[in-house]
């Protein structure tokens, strides 16, 4: 049975709130799966990096081991091997006429840092787009309960102008404006899930991250990676 009341009704019967509201979940939705999809799709990539790694402490050389890594410009590996390689230089070629600040720190000390300042910057990049899911997941389901708010209200006083209130009078309308709430729901539930699965992925990749860089320190400072069990 054909009813007037629906998603196109309350858009072509609402207000300019009611429109904006409905525009803006809209917004945040696509903005969502956007984000979701991109991410999941980058710590995908990611992971199939990992088996690099055998490769290049299988190396003969420092520069061949970072030769073996593929993909430089977007390989987080990569990327801590070869600023590791450039602060163990620049604090090596430091002479004695020429102290800098960093040579008040021994080169384990500086090296430490240095490389934890490289994952520091990948896992910051990492977070790209998860403030934005964590803000949508909590703020959707407020501003879908606010276009039904609107919604009932503009229903309540649309049916006592008209003197008449019969159950199909009021129900239609309120039940339109539940939609909003429904929509709310439906924007913020993916953001929500979508923003703990990436945190859990982004907080194991960091994990490998400093196993890797905990090996490339002991392999600078005392010349061998340290070996699993050791």
């Given at each position: 049975?054909?009813?007037p009341f629906g998603i196109a009704n309350l858009w072509l019967e609402g207000d300019g709130i009611t429109r904006f509201?409905?525009?803006?979940?809209?917004?945040?939705?696509?903005v969502t799966w956007v984000i979701l999809l991109t991410r999941f799709w980058e710590l995908r990539n990611l992971r199939k990096l990992k088996p690099e790694l055998e490769q290049f402490w299988r190396a003969t050389s420092y520069e061949q081991g970072l030769a073996s890594f593929s993909n430089h410009a977007a390989n987080p590996y990569y990327q801590i091997a070869k600023s590791a390689?450039?602060?163990?230089?620049?604090?090596?070629?430091?002479?004695?006429?020429?102290?800098?600040?960093?040579?008040t720190l021994n080169y384990?000390?500086?090296?430490?840092r240095s490389i934890k300042n490289g994952i520091d910057s990948i896992a910051a990049s990492l977070q790209k787009g998860l403030t934005f899911l964590g803000s949508t997941g909590a703020?959707?389901?407020f501003i879908g309960l606010f276009g039904t708010v609107w919604g009932i209200y503009?229903?309540?006083i649309a049916?006592?102008?008209?003197?008449?209130?019969?159950?199909?009078?009021?129900?239609?309308?309120?039940g339109e404006a539940l939609i909003m709430t429904a929509l709310g729901l439906a924007v913020a539930i993916p953001a929500v899930l979508?923003?703990?699965?990436?945190?859990?992925?982004?907080?194991?990749?960091?994990?490998e991250l400093n196993r890797f860089g905990n090996d490339l320190l002991a392999y600078f400072v005392t010349g061998a990676r340290v070996k699993s069990g050791e």
């Open positions: 049975m054909n009813t509201v409905a525009i803006a979940l809209l917004i945040c939705s696509i390689a450039t602060a163990s230089t620049h604090h090596q070629s430091q002479s004695s006429n020429r102290r800098e600040l960093l040579q384990s000390e500086w090296m430490a703020v959707a389901p503009h229903a309540l049916i006592s102008s008209s003197g008449s209130a019969q159950l199909d009078q009021v129900a239609g309308p309120i979508g923003f703990n699965a990436l945190n859990r992925g982004n907080k194991l990749l960091v994990a």
